[in-house]
């Protein structure tokens, strides 16, 4: 199984990206998917997840700033990102959770004037 992110970039305080992750490999039986990030010199963190039947669950941070969503069929999920602040700056990893659990390469988000 290979996670594919994309959609990282640099954008300015208040403004709007979103990050895909398409998992290939055919993976069996996902449970869930989410988004994690890791800023310089800190913990891996979770930012959101979201459950094959669409529960999800995220971080204070980003609680009415970012939304998580899911594509079933395209074993896809999505992290539509607004009003974003210098301190969401991290790389952001794609998650799976099925029998195993899988990450991706990580994907580069930097919020600067």
């Known amino acids: 199984v290979q996670l594919v992110e994309s959609g990282g970039g640099l954008v300015q305080p208040g403004g709007s990206l979103r990050l895909s992750c398409a998992a290939s490999?055919?993976?069996?039986?996902?449970?869930?998917m989410g988004w994690y990030r890791q800023a310089p010199g800190k913990q891996r963190e979770l930012v959101a997840t979201?459950?094959?039947?669409?529960?999800?669950n995220s971080a204070d941070s980003v609680k009415g700033r970012f939304t998580i969503s899911r594509d079933n069929a395209k074993n896809t999920v999505y992290l539509q990102m607004s009003s974003l602040k210098p301190e969401d700056t991290a790389v952001y990893y794609c998650?799976?959770?099925?029998?195993?659990?899988?990450w991706g390469q990580g994907t580069q988000v930097t919020v600067s004037p």
């Open positions: 979201i459950t094959t039947g669409g529960s999800t």
């Open positions: 998650y799976l959770k099925a029998v195993f659990t899988y």
């Open positions: 490999g055919n993976p069996f039986s996902i449970d869930v």
